[in-house]
């Protein structure tokens, strides 16, 4: 919905989203080197953003690893079902915005590999 002032891009149950939103993080301000995520959820659906900057989004669901170049603020990345998640090569100015259909709830995180491999293989 840009116009000659600049660039909106509003995002709503009516024009895709599949989940009503209870949380929504965004990242920023990552350090040069670092890798965020290194994560799975049992039962959480994401949106994700990249809304300035640039990274690389990797996903895995045990079978197969995919690495996705985000930086285009008006394509989402939406994340369901076991799904190991690694977000690293952030640029400076990288902003990622996540809506998530839960709110932040520790013990949904599966934070060893292993034991993600182990569910996925079910
Ligand atoms: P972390 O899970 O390490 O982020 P990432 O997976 O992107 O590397 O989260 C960093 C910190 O922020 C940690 O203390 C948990 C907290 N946090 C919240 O409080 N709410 C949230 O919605 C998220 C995603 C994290």
């Not at 002032?5 to 040069?32: C, H, K």
Request: hydrophobic share 45%; net charge negative; glycine share 8%.
């Amino acid at each position: 919905m840009g116009d000659e002032r600049g660039s909106l891009i509003a995002v709503e149950r009516s024009t895709g989203l599949p989940f009503e939103v209870q949380r929504v993080y965004f990242i920023f301000g990552t350090a040069a080197g670092v890798t965020r995520g290194l994560h799975a959820h049992r039962n959480l659906k994401q949106w994700v953003i990249c809304v300035a900057g640039s990274l690389t989004l990797t996903l895995d669901d045990g079978q197969s690893r995919v690495s996705l170049e985000l930086g285009r603020p008006h394509e989402a990345i939406e994340i369901d079902g076991l799904v190991w998640r690694e977000m690293d090569n952030f640029s400076s100015d990288a902003v990622l915005l996540v809506l998530a259909s839960r709110p932040w709830e520790p013990d949904d995180y599966i934070r060893d590999y292993a034991a993600f491999a182990e569910m996925a293989a079910r």
